[in-house]
């Protein structure tokens, strides 16, 4: 049986994601143990160095306390961690309704729609019936800090104890569920801890680079708002006329000979990516106002927060594919704009990043070879070759040799043939179809597609990676049963009431998700507890899906970039043995896109910037 614990600790504050912890609790099914912080030291390393599993409630939290209460405890926490000690019922809740096909909720007999959270308070009321209380002590317990347990009210004391039995009775009903769903729970553990210390490190700001970038979306805004009330799409008082912004979108489209674009209940569509595609100015400016509006009201002051306090992001280590989430969200900015830009490393220091190449075009045909034996896309990926490129040259009718002379002679024939090839080896494997795939490729890499285009760029893809025969009829067979779920390669991970394109991209999505979490814990462990390592001292402040950005003393950042990229493709190719990723190192002195690896003559990698 595994023995379940619980903190109770002061107030989480901003820039401060460990507070003090005030107290301990522990249950095994049979005893109840409580530990004033002062007394806890000696019973939780034996909790940590012992032979059982050891289960919390978003533990992650619950060890980053023990380690900001005790720093010689991080070696410790990682190799329970990596000896699969430590396990989650928050994660293995999310495993089991993943399973499901229910992660975000379901739908009654009666068409309610049911969301599913997942405090330990909800856990404890779905599967004991059992209501926690979470009003009465749970702020307070940082005035008790100094003082004896023997001076605590039974209720405080209770209430610390409670919330370590609730969590060891919740882990025996999900035992209940089986070892199938749960076969994931120790790799995302793992994932949950390094994405908390990240977290609890955060991200910091530089006033100036702020300040310009207010004054950017500003100035940008009363453009926009100025064109749109002199095309009378907005109102002087700054309101939108929708109707006239929609009769606009009626004559741009029987100017263009185009359909009018319109909502499920058949408006005129108004929407920011829509009136983009119609590329008329003033629809543009009116476009924007959405989003500049909100790069002003949300974008602006998360910057700001990071010159006051570290920006703390809460990463969701677990969503339907096994990709992460983030709040806020420091994985998704936009290209453009210059938030990017605004956070800069702590003095002293520079952000080395790596990003994996091509990640899920290697773990698509990593699938395909586990699943089939064999891949086109792996031997080419494995060969060196680009992808891309190889299919744009079937798109010309040229050899690989001399597409790659023509783009290195700048020929745009084969350059729009290469971007045509991405939407293709992007598009398709997620179960695209023709007309979906001629919106997509507008959307996204502007190359514009008839569907009979798209249709014979399908037929052109498939002579390219025959495996996708295979694949598609794979997932058929799948989508085709009455409970349709697939199980993830190597991690064994099940997603259910999968659609076919939910199916489709799931597959190469979790794969790739799963490495780089996999990756990020060997990074982490060397940030923290090796050392030894170039990596040593540096400390992860955000995860992208496919990249990790660190931030590392600036004497030996050259050596813990390249300790990055080599233990990021270490570390993802347990899970792609077949088609191991790439990944490249960079230095910059402050985050962007636009960064590129820049050497010294001696070959050494210098900060961008």
Known sequence: MPIAFDTETALISPGRLAPPLVCVSVYDGQTR????????????????????????????????????QWPDLLPVVFRAYEDDRITDTMLREKLCHIALGVLRGYAKPDGTFVPLRYSLAELAKRHLNRELDKTTYRTNYGALIDLPLSTWEPGAREYAIEDAVATFD????????????LADQ???????????LASAWGLRTDAATVAKFKQQIEQELEGARRVCIAAGVVRPNGTRNTKAAAALVETVCRQKGVEVPRTEKGAVALDRATVGLLEHPTLAAYAQLSSL?????????????????????????LLETGRTSSSPNVQNLPRKGGLRECFVPRAGNVFAAADYSQMELRTVAQVCVTLFGRSRLAEALNAGLDPHLEMAARIVGVSYEE???LQ????????????????????????????RLVDFAKAIYGVELTVNEAHQLKRTWLSS??????????VGRICDGLNPAIEQLFVGRRRGGVSYTEACNSLFQGLAADAAKAAGFVVSRACYVEPASPLYGSRIVNFV???????????????AAEELARLMVTGASVLMPDVPPRAEPVLMRRWTKKAKPIRDEAGKLVPWG
């Open 186 to 196: 120790y790799r995302q553990a793992r994932a949950a801890w390094w994405l908390h």
């Open 293 to 317: 509006g909100k790069q002003l009201s949300t974008d602006v002051p998360l910057a700001e927060s990071g010159l006051v306090t570290p920006i703390q992001p809460r990463f969701d280590t």
């Open 170 to 181: 919740v882990w025996a009903e999900q035992e209940k569920d089986g070892a199938q769903l």
């Open 33 to 68: 143990e409580l530990y004033h912080c002062r007394d806890a030291r000696e019973r939780v390393v034996e909790l940590l160095t012992g032979d059982q599993v050891l289960v919390g409630h978003n533990v992650a939290y619950d060890l980053a306390v023990f380690v900001a």
């Open 408 to 435: 290195k002679n700048g020929d745009e024939r084969i350059d729009d043939a290469r971007q045509t090839a991405k939407v293709a080896n992007f598009g398709f494997p997620g179960g695209l179809g023709a007309t």
């Open 465 to 474: 990676w025959p495996e996708f025969e295979a694949y598609f009829a794979h």
């Open 403 to 405: 597409a790659l002379r």
């Open 545 to 559: 899906h496919d990249e990790i950005i660190i931030e590392t003393p600036e004497p030996r950042a050259a050596d």
